[in-house]
């Protein structure tokens, strides 16, 4: 069996276990069966992990939850190096490289002496010409596919904003948010499911474009939400286990009083 692989640098080390669960011979045969398809989801999920430790500002769990993404990417690496794609240090080296080419007022000639707003729209540009490098001319060219719906949305919106696709004024995407919500209650009532999922999409689609009106992220915005909506159900539950019961032997009139009463106490 082989040893532990020990190396002065951590991240040698960490690469070097990584070789040695893929080793056809020596490894783990579940790390030996992956692909970039069955890791995606791992990864994905671990992002949300860093998400939600910077969101309850759990520095410890942080720390770690970092680490399991940088797993990540160094497995997807390690996938790619086996495949002989390129490895880890090409990872690095490209994003070095993109760092340096996107931040020409830090390590290039231009002045630092600008504004965060132009210097956003001098970062677009330079994604912008990133991707007609990579023929991707489309004004939507680029954004992920498996971006979360609404931050996929947000900016597909952002996109097209850029050229002018764009209500001017964020009363009127309240408006259309309320033609919106007509249409779907309309569907609803007498309409077929997959129209209604297409209504509700609608809605949901320009509830994302209110947000990036507001500069509101969506994604924080509800899972801000969720927690509020965890920790008051949580105080009716524990209201109803003090005088012995469940929520399901309470009923929604007393359940919606104990929530006012939580929301009351600053939950």
Known sequence: MPHA???????????????ALRDPE???????????????????EEAYEVADAIEREAWDDLRGELGDLL????????????????DFDD?????GQKMLDRHPHVFGNESRDKSAEQQTRDWEAIKAAERAA?????????????????????????????IGFDWPETAQVVDKIAEEAAEL???????????IEEEMGDLLFVMANLARHLEVDPET??????????RRFEWIEAALARDGRRPEES?????DTLWNAAKAEGL
């Not at 020596?26 to 994905?44: L, R």
């Not at 990579?134 to 850029?162: F, H, I, Y």
């Not at 915005?221 to 965890?230: I, S």
């Not at 009923?251 to 359940?255: N, V």
């Open 71 to 86: 797993l990540q990417v160094v497995f997807h690496a390690q996938i790619a190096a086996d495949r002989g794609l390129f």
């Open 221 to 230: 915005a509800l899972r801000r939400a969720n927690a509020k909506f965890t």
């Open 91 to 95: 990872v690095a080296r490209d994003v």
């Open 251 to 255: 009923d929604l009139e007393e359940m």
């Open 185 to 195: 209650r309309e569907a609803a009532g007498s309409l077929p499911q997959e129209k």
């Open 134 to 162: 990579k023929a991707q001319t489309g004004t939507l060219d680029g954004v992920a596919v498996g971006l979360p719906a609404l931050l996929r949305a947000m900016k597909l919106q952002k996109r097209a904003a850029r």
């Open 5 to 19: 692989p020990d190396h002065d640098s951590p991240t040698e080390r960490l690469l070097a276990i990584m070789r």
């Open 26 to 44: 020596s490894g783990c045969p579940w790390d030996i069966e992956q692909d970039f398809a069955t890791i995606a989801p791992y990864t994905i």
